[in-house]
């Protein structure tokens, strides 16, 4: 299950099939800060039918399938994040216009340059608003049972939408997580 020690930059919070609040409900929340006074961090299995190029329209082409905005979170939806698997060799600390998260996935400056930007990465999924837990808030939801922290691979940025990506976060990390990939959401339907 993890623990809030666990918690850092390039985790995943992977909801428990009993976390049945509307907004986490069987989420994938890729953390992107995480600190003493706080964590943020995006949804990643939520996308919109909102086209990137409706809301930023110089970044929708560049925009990983599919090319919809995805539902970062309940927190500032009006806020536009953008992250990025970075290919080999970028080295985000002496790129300009990208911040370094965890290894290979960075957070993309959306008034840089989309074609230079694009051009490092080997995706971008774009976000509108966060999800976010004040100080101890996370730490108590995880003990609570609610979340699983997990360990991110760089696919998991830019999984496509049709990806069970839930589900296969929770198969790959073995037993006894991985046999959560089976419940059935709504045990009554059992």
């Known amino acids: 299950m993890g ?9 995943l919070l992977v909801a428990a099939p009993t976390l049945y609040d509307e907004n986490f409900r069987r989420t994938v929340v890729f953390v992107i ?3 003493e006074e706080g964590t ?3 949804v990643l299995n939520r996308p919109s039918e909102i086209p990137v190029a409706d809301v930023l329209p110089k970044w929708g082409e560049f925009s990983s399938e599919p090319r919809s ?17 970075l290919r080999t060799g970028v080295d985000p600390e002496s790129t300009e216009g990208i911040v370094g998260v965890d ?20 995706g ?15 730490e108590s939801e995880i003990d609570r049972g609610d979340w699983h922290v997990i360990p991110a691979l760089p696919e998991d940025v830019i999984a496509a939408s049709a990806t069970d990506l839930w589900g296969r976060v ?18 009554q339907l059992n």
């Open 40 to 42: 943020l961090g995006v």
């Open 103 to 122: 290894g290979p996935v960075g957070l993309i400056d959306l008034d840089g340059d989309p074609g230079e930007l694009a051009a490092r990465t080997r």
């Open 69 to 85: 905005l995805f539902v970062g979170g309940p927190v500032d939806q009006r806020t536009a994040i953008c992250l990025a698997t």
């Open 33 to 35: 800060h995480h600190h």
């Open 124 to 138: 971008l999924r774009f976000f509108a608003g966060y999800a976010g837990w004040g100080k101890q808030q996370l």
């Open 170 to 187: 929770l198969r790959r990390q073995g037993p006894p997580l991985a046999f959560l990939a089976t419940h059935p959401g709504d045990v």
């Open 3 to 11: 623990s809030d020690a666990d918690v850092k930059p390039g985790t």
